[in-house]
């Protein structure tokens, strides 16, 4: 066997040395007597000065420097330190000074450790508790957790970042408000622990945590791990959970997200105009409206890098489109109504124009902004019925049939068969020749792009206008009650 180089012992030694030194605070040989409650242990100076300084150097230092200055002898004057605290805790330090990694075992473990880590302030034993694993008791099920899992930005700060900020905070600020200086022993500490979770539920949280995916089975099972996640504050993770969908329109060259009304937040909010997307190709300067023109985007917080166009999801049946002589219009109750309310002030906010129409006199006469109620007529880019756009695009189910919207015919050399037919609605006894103004359909789930127009109101100078994309809508109550089911036996 080839032996190595007179270079390569050097670089080996003085790694070694380097690992292994140890500061010259104590004397190396001698032994300290430290009783810890009712058991007495021994440890050389090498020991306690390997993690120094600490509790014990300072102690056993002051005694050394006592007995030089008044010219005594250092081994008479060596008394026994003696600390109220548990022995088997103090045995696993003890190993820790001798040199032997220690690694919790439980929750408990931990937190005793960590306690008395402080306590006798042992730098590098803090210093490697903070880069331990956290144990966490969740529903009576404890789980040793990576400590970076639960620091991700994405998903912090959270339930434990705040709630156990302890274990936490930085060395320095781990009992605030205590004088360290003169301290007898420190605070009792839990371990954290949360009883009202289900165990079952945070693994797979803590499954998604470390980036594998999870299979949700069903509505009821994303509620679940839904819930626990806002419980917890994973932001991040509760908008990878929430239902949605993220494609590639190859139709339109744009990538698409759907998402329901309810998920939205206004922090992921932006707005593609068209000049941008368009580069502008012709070089003119166009009108400051027409450069607001665009497409609603969004990207979820924390995970999407980039935005897509959104196309919103509206259900629940709170939305009636009412067909008027000025096309047809929306009107949302509910929540719905408030949501949307909502979302056209961000979009404004967003668009530089003022949160509401109303003057200013008004608006401090009835106590300000806040105090209108969340309408879509209240906001600059809509009245209270918020314009719909059809195109021959959009797919529509009415009252549980295909159906196909009238469109404006351009010429009229168009064949006559082939326009009936664009105007038929796939039925045959129900035909859409008919005018549709002064009617009215409940949408009972519908997607809509969000289109940033000018106004054709003259409220403002641009508008906001749902453009259908797929609509499932009732026009009376004869199509709902057809949808209705039986009780189960």
Wanted: aromatic share 8%.
């Amino acid at each position: 066997m080839a032996s190595s180089t007179p270079a390569a012992a050097s670089d080996r030694s003085q790694r070694e040395h380097s690992i292994h030194k140890i500061p010259e605070i104590l004397p190396r040989e001698r032994v300290f007597p430290i009783q810890i409650g009712g058991e007495l242990f021994k440890l050389s100076g090498a020991s306690i000065s390997s993690d120094a300084p600490s509790y014990f150097s300072q102690y056993f230092l002051c005694q050394i420097k006592s007995a030089q200055e008044n010219g005594q002898d250092i081994s008479a004057n060596i008394r026994t330190l003696y600390i109220d605290r548990d022995p088997v805790t103090f045995g696993d330090i003890a190993l820790h000074l001798q040199g032997y990694h220690i690694q919790p075992r439980d929750g408990t473990h931990f937190v005793r450790l960590f306690a008395d880590a402080q306590f006798y302030n042992l730098p590098k034993l803090m210093s490697q508790l903070y880069e331990e694993s956290i144990f966490i008791s969740i529903g009576h099920r404890e789980f040793q957790i990576p400590r970076d899992v639960l620091t991700d930005p994405g998903n912090s700060p959270n339930y434990f970042t705040l709630g156990f900020g302890l274990v936490f905070a930085r060395r320095d600020e781990v009992y605030p408000g205590l004088e360290r200086e003169g301290l007898i022993r420190p605070p009792s500490i839990l371990p954290p622990c949360v009883p009202n979770r289900s165990a079952d539920t945070f693994a797979e949280l803590l499954h998604l945590l470390h980036g594998y995916p999870v299979n949700i089975r069903d509505e009821i099972h994303r509620d679940e791990l839904l819930r626990d996640a806002r419980y917890f504050h994973f932001k991040g993770l509760e908008q990878k959970l929430i239902p949605h969908s993220i494609s590639f329109n190859s139709l339109r060259q744009r990538n698409e997200i759907v998402l329901r009304l309810e998920n939205v937040q206004k922090s992921g909010i932006s707005i593609v105009h068209d000049q941008a997307e368009a580069g502008n190709e012709d070089g003119n300067v166009a009108e400051d409206d027409d450069a607001l023109a665009g497409w609603v985007n969004y990207a979820r917080p924390y995970v999407d890098d980039s935005p897509a166009e959104l196309v919103l999801e509206i259900g629940g049946e709170a939305t009636r489109i009412h067909f008027t002589d000025d096309g047809p219009r929306a009107e949302f109750f509910g929540d719905t109504r408030t949501r949307v309310a909502k979302l056209l002030e961000v979009i404004a906010t967003k668009l530089s124009l003022p949160p509401t129409t109303q003057p200013l006199g008004l608006l401090m006469a009835s106590g300000g902004a806040r105090s209108l109620p969340a309408m879509p007529g209240n906001t600059p880019l809509s009245e209270d019925l918020v314009l719909v756009k059809f195109g021959a695009e959009t797919s529509i189910i009415l009252d549980g049939d295909d159906y196909i919207f009238p469109q404006p015919q351009a010429a009229e050399s168009i064949d006559g068969a082939s326009a009936n037919s664009r105007k038929r609605r796939r039925t045959d006894t129900t035909s859409t020749t008919e005018p549709l103004e002064g009617t009215e359909w409940t949408v009972t789930r519908g997607q809509w792009r969000l289109r940033i127009q000018r106004s054709t109101s003259g409220k403002s100078n641009v508008e906001c206008a749902l453009e259908a994309v797929c609509l499932d809508a009732l026009s009376s109550e004869l199509g709902r009650n057809k949808r209705r089911g039986f009780l189960r036996n």
